[in-house]
């Protein structure tokens, strides 16, 4: 019996989905109930700093499709034209609130505090006279005017940059000349005049511009700021060596990107914005005028401020308990702790530094360990874990580092660690041909009394020190044999020609997370068509693959309670009569990005568990390498089991998502505050430590 067709609208589109989610974003700047002051600020910059990404690589792909006359409509029916247009006004709408949360509440709330972004007119003659010293000896001798004239065509802007556009007059001839001034990124944006008086660098040089242009007449000046397509492009299959490849591609970004958006403030000379425009080729809706300043991603460095009382307090992670059981005055034995039992650890609240970290470090120090192996996708600068794979292969043991140098942004960062590792002694591999390897994977081979015993990690979240204290991620540290010979021939295939697809414990892409998935979800059919205990419970950071969804969509129908906890972009349409009565999706955003990919199905009554580094898009499930792994110890599977429960209970802070709409639910209808749900995993962390 054939099933009966879905709907040919059941897809939301996954551009305005993403925009959604970076509205949810500005609900926590707007949110005085739960967050405090400066935290508020710091979501206004994630919210500026997401829009760039979202410039840089999606509004710049659909605007290379439009440019290459690629007419292929989207899922959802739309040309890409159409939906470019729609996006720009989104967009258009977002920025003017954010621009009115930061001038109307934040703005006035931090001065109120004490903490003041100021203009020139505002400072006192004593902070004036200094500004003029710091402009002397600090910011005149790096900076470079340039001027446009027969002689000296318009400048490259550098993408992001802050800019100053000068209108001058040369007083001789009368004759009209524009200039532009970037503003040094070398130099802090907000420049530091007393605990809690900040000015904006702009403020300073645009003051000062009679010094840079002298004998010229200063008519007008405004700050401006573009954003480029930053998308990276590599053809692989062309290229002999990929690292050079890149480095060249690279280049490239730095000196040929088209814009995508202009950034002016709200009072521009007319006549100055029809030029920028012109020069720079960008049409009236990818203008976008704002209230100064500039680029709100400057509120980052309020976090630098001493006034505590208007953070999140303090949060320390504590060791597992299951390593903190085997740890006495000295580091715990994550050797003799993983041959007790798995270790289930979720970051922030179990310790990244106490647990992966050290068992990476442990492993390059311990004399017993022969080989380590490890995927590195994104790392922090001063990287434990990259120092840790040096002094391993230093010490003579077999290292390698699969390096995935085409992770978006950090390309750089992760050429210049490859060279470094290379120099060391790693074998370093830079990932798979058309393929990225994002798969969070570390493997450890010991000589024991016994024999060779393997070891590893398999986690949500990259091998980063610094993100681990802000991202919740999952990880699990083993030593089954199953899932070490599972990782261990995933290694092989990573680094060889192997051609393995087969695997026990483990869910590979491209080959097998979806159809995996898939078949997960219509056993779960089956389950509840058998009357027997049936459900999907899915949180992922972005849901947009079709076939999953249409596989969801099927469940849903069957009566199978489906459950999708979703931090960012959801193509899914729930709480449709018919279509997706059972589907309920939540998303949760607080103090810590919620990062953690974990899968659960009810299995009849025996619940299939999983965690892993894939979300559910395209990207994810055919262009690169992941790994989800199954986990089996019953209280590990309770875990789980706890953290969606408490997710979807009704007393919980939570968006939800009903058909198309986002809704935020943070009271009850008595007007209470409902639970946040990272503050109640940080009360447990604390009742931890309190009770050692």
């Known amino acids: 019996m054939s099933e009966t067709p879905l709907p040919v609208d059941r897809y939301l589109d996954r551009e305005i989905s993403w925009l959604e989610f970076n509205d949810r974003v500005l609900d926590l700047a707007r949110d005085r109930a739960r967050v405090p002051l400066i935290e508020r600020a710091k979501f206004l910059a994630i919210f500026s700093s997401n829009l760039d990404e979202f410039f840089m690589v999606r509004i710049a792909g659909l605007k290379r499709r439009i440019a290459a006359g690629v007419a292929v409509p989207t899922v959802t029916g739309k040309m890409p034209g159409e939906l470019h247009a729609e996006l720009l006004q989104e967009v258009a709408r977002l920025v003017s609130e954010q621009s009115r949360v930061f001038q109307e509440e934040i703005r006035p709330e931090l001065a109120a505090e004490g903490i003041e972004i100021l203009r020139w007119d505002q400072l006192t003659a004593a902070e004036k006279d200094r500004m003029r010293a710091l402009f002397a000896e600090r910011i005149f001798p790096v900076l470079t005017p340039l001027a446009v004239d027969p002689s000296h065509p318009f400048p490259y802007i550098s993408g992001l ?14 004759a009209r000349q524009f200039a532009r001034v970037k503003v040094p990124p070398v130099l802090s944006r907000l ?19 009679g010094q840079l242009f002298t004998g010229m007449q200063v008519l007008s000046h405004t700050t401006f700021r573009v954003t480029r397509n930053e998308d990276i492009e590599v053809e692989e299959d062309d290229a002999e060596n990929l690292l050079f490849a890149l480095e060249k591609e690279l280049l490239r970004r730095k000196v040929g990107r088209p814009p995508v958006r202009l950034e002016v403030e709200e009072d521009i000379d007319e006549h100055m914005l029809h030029m920028l425009m012109s020069e720079l080729d960008v049409s009236e809706s990818e203008v976008f005028r704002l209230a100064a300043p500039l680029d709100l991603t400057g509120l980052f460095s309020l976090a630098d401020s001493q006034r505590e009382d208007l953070k999140f307090p303090n949060f ?20 003799k702790a993983l041959k007790l039992r798995d270790v289930l ?20 120090a311990d004399p017993a360990v022969l080989a380590i192996k490890q995927t590195l996708y994104r790392t922090s600068g001063d990287s434990p874990i990259v120092d840790a794979l040096i002094e391993a292969a230093q010490a003579g043991k077999q290292v390698l580092a699969v390096v995935e140098i085409k992770a978006r942004f950090d390309e750089q960062n992760n050429i210049a660690w490859a060279r470094k590792l290379e120099k060391a002694g790693v074998h370093v591999v830079y990932g798979m041909l058309g393929l990225k390897t994002h798969c969070k994977l570390a493997l450890v081979v010991r000589e024991e009394a016994d024999g060779l015993r393997r070891y590893c990690h398999i986690g949500t979240g990259n091998y980063n020190p610094k993100t681990a204290r802000q991202y919740e991620d999952m990880g699990l540290l083993t030593s089954n044999p199953v899932i070490t010979d599972d990782v261990a021939r995933l290694f092989n295939h990573l680094s060889g020609m192997t051609q393995e697809t087969n695997y026990r414990r483990l869910l590979v892409a491209p080959h097998g997370i979806r159809t995996g998935l898939i078949e997960y979800i219509h056993e779960e059919i089956a389950n509840q068509r058998a009357g027997r ?16 969804t249409d596989a969801l969509y099927r469940a849903s129908q069957a009566g199978v309670p489906v459950d999708i906890w979703v931090r960012g972009i959801c193509t899914i349409r729930p709480g449709v009569p018919g279509l997706s009565d059972n589907i309920r999706v939540r998303s949760i955003l607080g103090r810590f990005l919620e990062h953690s990919r974990v899968f659960w199905f009810a299995g009849g009554g025996r619940p299939i568990v999983g965690i892993g580094s894939a979300d559910m898009m ?17 209280a590990h599977v309770a875990q789980v089991e706890e953290l969606f429960d408490m997710a979807f209970a009704p007393d919980t802070v939570h968006w939800e998502l009903i058909d198309s709409r986002w809704t935020a639910h943070t009271t009850n209808p008595d007007g209470e505050p409902l639970t946040d749900l990272q503050e109640t995993l940080i009360q447990r962390t604390a009742a931890r430590r309190a009770s050692r």
Do not use: C, W
Request: hydrophobic share 45%.
């Open 161 to 174: 940059s802050i800019n100053l556009a000068v209108l001058l007059k040369n007083p001789q001839t009368g």
């Open 191 to 209: 420049v530091k005049l007393a605990e809690g008086r900040f000015l904006p660098l702009e403020e300073i040089i645009s003051r000062h511009l």
């Open 316 to 335: 320390l992670p504590i060791t597992h308990p299951d390593l903190a059981e085997v740890e006495s005055a000295s580091p715990a034995d994550m050797f």
């Open 345 to 364: 650890v979720q970051h922030p609240y179990d310790s990244f530094a106490t647990s992966v970290q050290r068992f990476i470090e442990q492993a390059a």
């Open 533 to 548: 205990p049936a459900g999907v419970r899915i949180k992922v950071n972005s849901l947009v693959d079709e076939a999953l």
């Open 618 to 634: 395209h990207r994810n499930l055919d262009r690169r390498v992941e790994a989800i792994v199954g986990i089996s110890n019953p």
